[in-house]
């Protein structure tokens, strides 16, 4: 009996082993080096910012209410936010092709310029349609280079791809902690339209940096198109897709609402600021030591504690004790510490069901999907938080992320082919 079960394991891990390393046999990978990390450390630069800039969105959101468009509602506001991301996530569906075919060079350069000067143009808009206008292009511009800056990780990294995912990613919390006090103090003394410009120009020199470091290993394969329908036929991708668009829902909701969170509680809005920096502060540690963790223990296993984890946190926590200060700040590190390992895992898992020189349409599509989780987000909670209330608000979130939560189970499931094992690294 024992021997049975020993011999049932073995082979639940060798599966679990093949679908990390699918293209193992035909692809070396550096693991390190110089030359690796230079591009982890570009990429770091790219991500930090655009998702940095998406983690900041709370600080815009809340700027916005009490200034040029006061007369909105906080829901109405949380568009332009959301279609920024929305964008930033959802033409990942076309840029991850044109990755795989004709590589980040370009690509990158093209959505660096585009981006830079959007930023710079939305110093000077007044108006909602405005504001709504230039954070679509540059939710567009953006996809040009994180798509890139998070899919050339693949093609230096394999055995230790989370670890490297997650450093990589970590530099888009260190935006998220920096470009918020950048803000907050730069507002104040120099008004929206230079606080912006101030914004571009540390964008340029960062940019630029990635651009130079960043650089492809493997050579470019055409694809016949746009999507490839073999993702959907995998029911592994179908459950990590499902989990990623409800995770979506839950991370962006919190980034961009938890400065407006912390004004209907009675606190200033340099609170809001403070908890939207720790937030960061925790999501930069989620990154770096869930990845590390993922390469010693498994993706999915490590993406499925975390979201339980984080799901307790918001229920024991946020949900009793979301009124008192001295509980806000803890859980908002806590919170940033489950949301940004989530994020910061996804597109492991999305890897170690792929072959290498696929990885960039899979991750693609996976995001075409998850990006209406970003599109909707911002407007359901701030609509929650009017209209119901904060409790109604953090319930709706802990649920969202429970679900999500299931649906990973669901995929880890599907990896060891639907024969359960609590003991198996995958």
């Given amino acids: 009996m024992n021997n049975d079960g020993r011999e049932h394991d073995s082979e639940l891990s060798t599966l679990a082993t093949t679908n ?3 293209e193992r046999t035909a692809l070396e990978y550096p693991e390190g080096g110089t ?77 660096s310029v585009c981006y830079t000067l959007c930023i710079f143009l939305l ?54 902690i920096t470009f918020p006090l950048i803000l907050r103090k730069t507002l104040e003394k120099v008004g929206w339209g ?19 470091c960043v650089r492809s290993r493997l050579p470019m394969k055409a694809r016949k198109g746009i999507v490839d329908l073999r993702c959907f036929a995998d029911s592994r991708f179908i459950w990590t897709t499902v989990g990623a668009f409800f995770s979506e829902i839950v991370l962006f909701a919190s980034l ?7 004004i209907s509680q009675g606190f200033g809005p340099e609170t809001g600021v403070y908890l939207l920096v720790v937030l960061n502060a925790g999501s930069a540690f989620g990154r770096w030591l869930s990845g590390t963790a ?14 339980a984890i984080t799901t307790v946190f918001i229920f024991v926590l946020w949900y009793p004790f979301g009124h008192f200060i001295g509980v806000l700040y803890p859980f908002a590190f806590l919170l940033g510490f489950g949301t940004g390992s989530i994020l ?23 995001y075409f999907v998850a990006s209406f989780g970003t599109l909707i987000g911002i407007p359901i909670g701030g609509q929650l938080l009017d209209v119901a209330g904060p409790s109604r608000l953090i319930a709706f979130l802990g649920g ?27």
């Fill in 400 to 426: 969202i992320l429970g679900l999500a939560c299931m649906s990973f189970v669901v995929a880890r499931w599907a990896c060891l082919e639907y024969h359960w094992s609590w003991q198996v690294k995958v």
């Fill in 20 to 22: 990390r390393e699918p």
């Fill in 344 to 366: 910061s895992l996804t597109p492991v898992c999305v890897g170690q069901i792929c072959g290498t020189e696929e990885f960039g349409q899979w991750f693609g599509t996976c």
């Fill in 123 to 176: 110093g000077s808009c007044e108006k909602y349609y405005q504001f709504m206008i230039c954070l679509a292009f540059s939710g567009a511009s953006s996809a040009l280079v994180s798509t890139p800056g998070m899919a050339i990780l693949s093609h230096w990294f394999c055995r230790r791809r989370g670890t490297a995912t997650g450093i990589a990613m970590a530099g888009s919390s260190l935006g998220g």
């Fill in 35 to 111: 030359t690796a990390w230079v591009v982890v450390a570009g990429a770091s630069m790219m991500l930090a910012c655009t998702f940095g800039m998406m983690s900041t969105v709370g600080v815009l959101q809340s700027y916005w209410e009490t200034h040029q468009l006061k007369t909105y509602t906080s829901s109405t506001i949380g568009w332009i936010p959301s279609i920024f991301i929305f964008l930033n996530l959802v033409l990942g569906l076309q840029v991850g092709p044109m990755f795989d075919r004709y590589g980040p060079r370009w690509i990158m350069l093209v959505g």
């Fill in 256 to 262: 961009g609402l938890i400065p407006t969170y912390a």
């Fill in 194 to 212: 230079w606080a912006l410009r101030i914004l571009g120009l540390i964008f340029f020199v960062l940019l630029a940096i990635g651009n130079i």
């Fill in 294 to 307: 993922s390469d010693y223990w498994g993706r999915f296993n490590t993406m499925t504690v975390m979201m």
